[in-house]
């Protein structure tokens, strides 16, 4: 059983940047895929940023690119997502996800979430 546990969540200022941190708890995790989604009241739960098993390559949602950064620190057994320029729209649950790969389209296989952190942006 893999174990995830989101932190860095609160209220923030619209342009304000905001950094979630994701820590997992099996030692094997790096054999993993790392993904954020997120999930807004009334709406699907969308993707957010994805990052391979190596750390090497990245994938965005198109709803933040270019605003955000995703990076994990195979030591530490953390992820973390970094966004700036942050918008009301980005109001939302956000979720960390252990998966077998991610891409451009959002990530897949193996399915263990953690149980969120709310980001409130007020304009």
């Known amino acids: 059983q893999v174990q995830l546990v989101e932190s860095g969540g609160g209220l923030v200022q619209a342009g304000d940047s905001l950094r979630l941190s994701c820590a997992i708890s099996?030692?094997?995790?790096?054999?993993?895929?790392m993904g954020w989604f997120r999930q807004a009241p009334g709406k699907e739960r969308e993707f957010v940023a994805g990052?391979?098993?190596?750390?090497?390559?990245?994938y965005y949602g198109d709803n933040v690119k270019g605003r955000a950064t995703i990076s994990r620190d195979n030591n530490l057994n953390t992820v973390t997502l970094e966004m700036n320029t942050l918008r009301p729209e980005d109001t939302a649950v956000y979720y960390c996800?252990?998966?077998?790969?991610?891409?451009?389209?959002?990530?897949?296989?193996?399915?263990?979430w953690g149980q969120g952190t709310q980001v409130t942006v007020s304009s």
């Open positions: 996800r252990a998966a077998t790969y991610c891409s451009e389209s959002g990530c897949f296989g193996v399915d263990f």
């Open positions: 099996r030692s094997t995790w790096y054999s993993y895929a």
């Open positions: 990052i391979a098993r190596s750390g090497v390559d990245t």
